[in-house]
């Protein structure tokens, strides 16, 4: 998959343990040309539906699983089509310095069936008020570029999920 950008906060022990932590995010438009993102009422930011990959599962097992918690909708698997890798590190360690995260967010164009059931929200999701909205991308950008926060890692996904959210726009996908 081609590789997108990297958001390296260099903020780690360079020795330090590294941890993998890969991940999967679907890109989804309408009918109407807006995308499928998450909103956080609770921060006001919006991210790609999607999460990290569990034990054994395939990039498409674990997009399947995402989306549907996320999102209520049901993946149609032969539609999906890479889009490109996001490659984040960053200090992964409350108490120091010692472990460098490494979170590898691959991300895939797709498409749903029409019909769309409830989230299956884990606790951090309830606490950041994920809802499911369909925006225009340039309504998703202005909202992560207006995001503030002293939090590094809320930081990181608006950042992230803008930068990606223009690369859609500049591409018209």
Do not use: W
Not at 68 to 79: C, R
């Amino acid at each position: 998959m081609r590789k997108l950008f990297t958001i390296d906060l260099k903020d780690y022990n360079p020795n330090g343990k590294k941890f993998y932590r890969p991940s999967v995010r679907g890109i989804i438009f309408d009918n109407n040309g807006n995308i499928a993102m998450i909103y956080s009422r609770e921060c006001h930011f919006y991210k790609f539906p999607g999460g990290g990959i569990e034990g054994n599962e395939t990039h498409l097992e674990a997009l399947v699983r995402e989306i549907k918690e996320e999102t209520g909708m049901t993946l149609i698997s032969d539609s999906v089509k890479e889009f490109g890798e996001v490659l984040k590190i960053q200090n992964g360690d409350d108490s120091g310095k010692d472990i460098i995260h490494i979170q590898q967010n691959f991300y895939y164009t797709c498409r749903v069936e029409d019909e769309i059931g409830s989230q299956e929200l884990d606790d951090g999701e309830k606490a950041l008020d994920f809802v499911l909205k369909f925006v225009s991308i340039e309504e998703a950008i202005a909202a992560n570029s207006a995001f503030e926060s002293d939090d590094a890692f809320k930081k990181q996904i608006a950042e992230r999920e803008r930068r990606v959210l223009e690369l859609l726009k500049s591409a018209q996908v």
